[in-house]
């Protein structure tokens, strides 16, 4: 039965969940009375009631100088836990919009206490039962990666391929994540990880590779360059090269993509008959030098 | 080797009285079993490698083989008789798609058999290689369901149809005793010792797989060996060399062909893999879309393995789906124009897989 209270009284409630509240309506609303009617549960008739929900409603109408809320009082018995939750999702009138850490508190609240969730309600939380369990993998993630994850920096797929990294070494690494584009910081992410794995990193070096990266000017360059030394050792052999030859010229010579094939692309524009000429000469002295080049670039002889 | 450790049996109703069937199941025990009308009826928590599922074919039966784009494919025929495979090899491309499926048998090989009888007819003057062994190991269940055996009676008698039975097992016992084996090939994938020991699951030793051979060539068979895939890590040659050295045990006139191919994976498949230390080398992009080592590398490895392995044999050594530039880095020309592989590599019109 719904009936009024002193809202001195329902302040000094406890409130029954540990989580946060967002659903409050407008102070127009309040003053109608127009809210619902907010749940106190007297569990076990001893330690008297808890609010299960409405908590920043009391606040709201405490600064309104409303004296009295409109309650629903539930004895012992006439609730029970999981109701009281599902009451507590319900009253929260969210459409999605849950966050990350707030869905992780809802699962571990949920999992402590062996509640069951119906699926309409995983759906109004996760948008599938089947969602569910990526709160699940949240939770496995170290701190800074849950945050990533929950500041929308880092994609749940990437965070859990990458979630070996020491704590440590993504904390090092905040500045130089913050620096990056999203996909780039995917891609750092995962290289970083690639390299620990690859060289078996414990976790005073990955703090190491962290400081190391954290004070070099180009940062996923330098990583790319640690994870794929060979392939770089290509591009530069390429660059000392063919760029330094051709630095200046106007021509541009383009190798296979990633030294995958053997098909070079030469590019130049001229206007006039001597421009050609002296592209042409340029290409010449290129084509009597180039040779050793290409052996060892795309064939892998010296 | 676990061969029998299924969970579940699932069997379609004209399934129930195939000869192959009814071999595993006297084998197994006269196990329970569930029939269902198509492998959707299999419940979700039973869609899985613990399950086996027997069945007969429906519509197609004999594939060419999709190749890979840009790259130079050998047009193998296919027959699906096994379909996944319960080994474990950590790199097994079958995970990016038959994961969540349960081990399928295909128990009824005779529309396969008249497929490649048909094809053998209408091509006589080329040779045709057929496998297995391209959704499944050839011989990991065929001890218990002996499908191999019609096959190569069906096909003994075309000279130009070459039977290739891919596996990781030392499963050739149930075979020895086939009289008639025509051009039936009993071949091997082999790696090196500690690849086969870290990452090839429950298969069989590379020292067992070569007994086995030597097994299979004494009672008359041809063999074929598949490196592949051969995978780049610290001492890699010396770990080969053992492999390619016990490889004299077997008569090197018996061997038919040997193929090569480097380690290869599509974006999708390294999701699914497990990481694994020889898949944080250094690959890269090809035209295919597949990650390979950086073709200077490819190269190199080809190379050394055509070298060693052309001091044991001068059996045909082909590369398996790569590249034109590849190809000619490595042997100089392209396989058709190669006079010891252009058989292997002409095809013959068939269907490939969609």
Redesign the interface.
Known sequence: MVQSMSIGDVAFMPPLFPFQESFCPLADLLKRELYPPLPLWDRDSHEGCTIVWGQRIVEKLSKLHVKEVLVRKFGPGELSLPEALILWIGLEQRKGGWSWTELRDLYQYVQEHRISLPEPLLTSLVGSEGNWHRVEQFIQLSEPLQQLVSEEKLDLKTALRVKSIPPQAIEQLKPVLESLSYSERRIFLRLFY?VV??DRLESPQSLDLATRLLHTSKPLEELYRI?????HR?QETYHETVDTFLKGTGIKVTPP??????QFRVEFSFEKGNQLQRKALTLQKLSETIDPVIE??????E | MAQNSFTKIYLTPEAETLPATQRAFRLLGYPAYRIVGDPMEIPPQDQNQNTLFITSHRGQTVYKCPGSRGHLCCNYLTIDLYLGCSLGCTYCIMKSYLNFSPLTVYADPAPSIHRIQALAQKNPHRILRVGTGETGDSLLLDPLFDLSRPLIEGLADFPNVYLELKTKTTHVDHLLDIPKKGNAIIAFSLNAKEMQEREEGTSASIEERVSAAVKASEAGYNLAFHFDPIVRFANWKESYSYTIELLKKVPAHRIRWISLGTLRFTPALRDRLE?R?YL???F????DGKY?Y????R??MYKWFLKELSMLTDTPIYLCME?V?VW??VYGDTPMKIDALRDIFMGIPCKTRS
């Open positions: 690639e794995q690859r994870r794929y030394p060979s392939l290509l993509p990633y030294f995958e094939g053997t060892k670039l795309v064939y892998g002889t | 990481d230390p944080f080398e250094e890269v992009p090809c035209r390979r950086l073709q200077p590398i190269i190199q590249s530039d000619k880095a």
